[in-house]
Nanobody, 125 residues
């Protein structure tokens, strides 16, 4: 089992920045693909970004490409999501996810085995 714990989100003004982190514990492995997803009120959970176990492969949703950056520190079993130029439509609960092996091309929620509890990010206009 792998446990994932996201950092606290927050309230940010439009145009601002926020960095989320996700610490993995338990049967962690640097060979896990890590992803970030989000769910806005009344919407389905959607893919945001993913990073391969090596960190060399990354993938982003079109809606965040150029504004968000996913990275990982395998020595700390932690993955990060740096969010810049935030927009009100980025408001959502953000979830960290992990799956053994795979690749950054994994964009569907059912392709991930482990999930964090979620953290709220609110962007005010």
């Amino acid at each position: 089992q792998v446990q994932l714990l996201e950092s606290e989100g927050g309230l940010v003004q439009a145009g601002g920045s926020l960095t989320l982190s996700c610490a993995a514990s338990g049967r962690t492995s640097s060979s896990h693909t890590m992803g970030w997803f989000r769910r806005a009120p009344g919407e389905k959970r959607e893919f945001v970004a993913a990073i391969s176990w090596s960190g060399r492969g990354t993938n982003y949703a079109d809606s965040v490409k150029g504004r968000f950056t996913i990275s990982r520190d395998n020595a700390k079993n932690t993955v990060y999501l740096q969010m810049n130029s935030l927009k009100p439509e980025d408001t959502a609960v953000y979830y960290c996810a992990a799956r053994p092996y795979g690749s950054s091309r994994e964009t569907k929620p059912n392709e991930y085995d482990y999930w964090g509890q979620g953290t709220q990010v609110t962007v005010s206009s």
